[in-house]
């Protein structure tokens, strides 16, 4: 075999097809597109476009709810802080916070902070991150370990730089539910 005798496989390589030359190549005026508009324009295409009919994206039932004021927070199983105890990922003896988690690989950025779940943690640790479960705070003070959270809710304000009405109606009947000081 030489340089000059090297070439594709039969049917490997296939030309494109030169368009606009003319009724008699078969291709030509609307070069096989055969319509006005966006359908004739390289590169569009009117997507979820049924001929008219309902399409089926508005056909289906809309179902559920996304919470948009709802915490995003990065969830940290304890187990997973005890296999990097162990992996000699964290130091049991100094605090781990958030951004030794996130050091150790163990949590990704998340809006709110990191909230701790679950169980499996035997070591005594020092840990402050912005929430954790019930179950979560039990197993690590049964451990003999401190935790302490820093998550504050957020106040949603309004055009004037006040409380919105849904914090102003929780904050009157906050008010009105707190005991009376006798005087």
Not at 50 to 77: C, D, H, S, T, W
Not at 108 to 133: N, P, Q, Y
Request: hydrophobic fraction near 35%; charge should be positive; aromatic fraction near 4%.
């Amino acid at each position: 075999m030489r340089l000059n005798e090297i070439a594709n496989n039969p049917g490997a390589h296939k030309r494109k097809a030169k368009v606009g030359r003319g009724s008699s190549s078969g291709l030509g005026k609307t070069c096989g597109r055969g319509v006005k508009g966006a359908k004739a324009r390289t590169g569009t295409k009117v997507y979820g476009f049924e001929g008219g009919q309902m399409p089926l994206y508005m056909r289906l039932p809309k179902r559920g709810f996304k919470n948009i004021f709802a915490n995003k927070f990065a969830e940290v199983r304890l187990d997973r802080i005890q296999q990097a105890i162990d992996a000699k990922k964290l130091d049991p003896a100094a605090k781990i916070t958030e951004a030794s988690l996130r050091k150790a690989g163990l949590a990704h950025a998340s809006a709110d902070g990191i909230r701790l779940l679950g169980d499996g943690l035997g070591a005594k640790v020092e840990i402050e991150v912005a929430g954790a479960t019930s179950g979560a705070a039990k197993v690590i003070a049964k451990a003999g370990g401190a935790l302490t959270t820093t998550f504050k809710k957020k106040v949603y304000m309004n055009k004037s730089g006040k409380p919105g009405k849904k914090a102003q109606r929780r904050a009157s009947s906050a008010e009105k539910r707190a005991p009376v000081e006798a005087s």
